[in-house]
């Protein structure tokens, strides 16, 4: 598009929608027809997008996930329609820039972390590879909390992103489904045809509203479908004319209260009624729409897995299964035979977490009083799966019982989804592996052809080409742009690591990817930091199996090893962090306020702030990872080994050239085959010694007694932490987490005093690497050649080729 064109098209939207001409618009008004032209552009491919998948008689994906972490998407638009410099070009000569536009943009997230953003970038890839795709979630009114913190403690405040994020929406009001909860069911013969009948229950009504997934360079224009709940009854007039005023606004509320907020829990389900509400209402909402468009396309139901693949992004989709059932055969007529053929062919589940805590169970007797139907069928499905066990382990009950669906007054989530689909993957080569062996392991030995693994990836247009220019440019400059189309050529980059003209390029990005988020912490935590240092990097959700706690140790050794001898040499280091604790999750939040304590003992202490500092970046979101990625000199993936399926921040602080420190979990066991070991930091147990440590009796006290450095920090940490003659805050519940078993639990579960002593020989050993600039910059350019396979184009592929079968509508 030429610039007299877009201007045009940008005018007539201010002149429109506000009546105003560009040079009288504000920001705001720019912002908004920016994104009515982009959107515009959009509609029309996606129109076309839908005629040739009809045309085509095309399978397409039907991706279900409680969370999509979409972050911003003018930017990302605008890249993907190659429109970036033209945009840059029109805007200035109308006096805007485009970079304080996209500012106005609030970050869309409706997801917690890695579970939610991959759900996006893989949108994202299935654009730019023209395969057909259509994401399902919630319209939440809230995203996941902004968090605030106040007096170093994390503080909540509600997320309304609409107000700058609706603009990317199509409503869809004639697509309203309705659904039903509570209530009882009714069954009657009628000739042999059993009919149900569901009476007493309320009704929800879910709206859908549509946002266009773009890809980068591609026609595809493919569909988000959220839904918004909404009451049927706009106000009971019944209930208002006899003066119930109050009860028929209440009626509305509590239907509309379904869709208002994002669960701000990550790996670890609440029982709580309105998440099972959610759960049903964006499911039945999803395949409702689904077998309503596919009986109008083809008038049957038999063909539907040649056509539709419904992928599960955990469990938390999982009564898809169910109610699928549910529809063919009680608004449909199937058997149930024939329903379950369908069903079992169509779904498949993605399963996110080894950790028990993070496995979805809920209590049947709720289930049972909110959706009355869908227990009879999981009580059915249940009944029949059993049964088929008993073929594969006679008289063994203690085995089906804990394969059963139903158990001990429980609906298991997981073992519904393995039972329900055709195929069960893991998101690393590890953690499928631990799914085999271990937590599915009797399932396996059932159906071992029905799993798989497909390692997660990254859109690495956005975290490497947006998120890091000069990065790119340097890339471009050095392999031309194909890389950009597949990320495997990003392997041609390696040899100039050798180079030291490039070398010293790389240097100058990095220092100016530091120097931008340099800025940015100036401004929003008023810290000086050093772009010499090193910027040492750990942003993911807080989680004890993260271990920040074993970072913030090591921090607090450094600390004092600078205090015990002021003249030590070693290269200087900015320790930063970024993470959201669940609110309810008190020691989350405890070592959030560790954290703080520790920065604040740190960076006013006149001995050593000028060789450290600590820095807690406040509400880490996508946006906030698109300036901190580019600039990270080493990457903290440290989690207990075996407990984190794969990682997806892990790929994109190696695509942007940091080296990762990090245990042999998820996907670092991959990032290690790729890179090498000699370009990363390897420490600490491998999954099977972690296993091992814990059956033959871990003795965390132990490491306190022998180890002089783990008692000073420990009592550090239970005497009081604070700034040199100011205020100190004493954590003793995080001591005595590491050390004493309390009511039976394990003391310190996740190994942090285990590994303590090796993670601290690897940051000696960052120390010694770093001294070597030279050495540090190809290590780094590898990191960089050698990340190409973490694209997710590349997942996408092997999606395809191992699971879905979709038509590739480029062909
Ligand atoms: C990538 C990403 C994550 C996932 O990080 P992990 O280190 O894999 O847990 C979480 N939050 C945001 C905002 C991300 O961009």
Redesign the pocket.
Known sequence: MKKKELKSLLEGKLQRHYGVTASEATKNQVYHACAMVVRDILMEKWSATQEEMEAKKAKQVCYLSMEF?LGKSLKNNIYNLSMTDVFQQVLQEMGMDLKALEDIEEDAALGN??LG?LAACYMDALSAQHLPATGYSILYEYGIFKQRIVEGQQTELPDSWLDSGSCWLVAKPDETVEIRFDGEIEESWDGDHLRIQHRNYTRVNAEPYDMLISGYGSETVNTLRLWQAKSPYSMDMHLFSEGEYLKAIEQQASAEVISKILYPEDKHPEGKSLRIKQQYFFVSASIQSIIKKHMETYGRLDNLPDRVVIQINDTHPAMVIPEMMRIMMDDHGLTWDAAWEITTHSVAYTNHTVMSEALERWPEALIKRILPRIHQIIVEINRRFCDSLWKYFPNNWDKISSMAIVAYDEVRMANLSIAGSFSVNGVSALHSQILKDKVFHDFYVVSPDKFTNVTNG?AYRRWLGQANEPLTSLIRDCIGDGFLRNAEELCTFAPFAKDASVRQKFLEVKKRNKERLAAYIQEHNGIDVDTNSIFDVQ???LHEY?RQLLNIMQIIKMYFEYKDNPSLQRPSRTFIFGAKAAPGYYMAKQIIRLIHAVADMVNHDPVVQNHMKVVFLED???SI?EILMPAADVSE?ISVAGR?AS????M?FMMNGALTIGTLDGANVEICEAVGEANMFLFGLKADEVEQLLKQGYQPMSYYQSNPWIARILGAIMQGIGRPGGRSVPFVDIANSLLISANGSQADPYLVLADFEEYCRAQREVDRVYSNQDAWNEKAILNVAHSGVFAADRSIQEYNEKIWNLTDLGR
């Open positions: 972490l972390g890695g953003r990254i942003a993911k959700r993260k880490y979101k996508v990872a993936q984190e990682g997806t921040g892990n994109k």
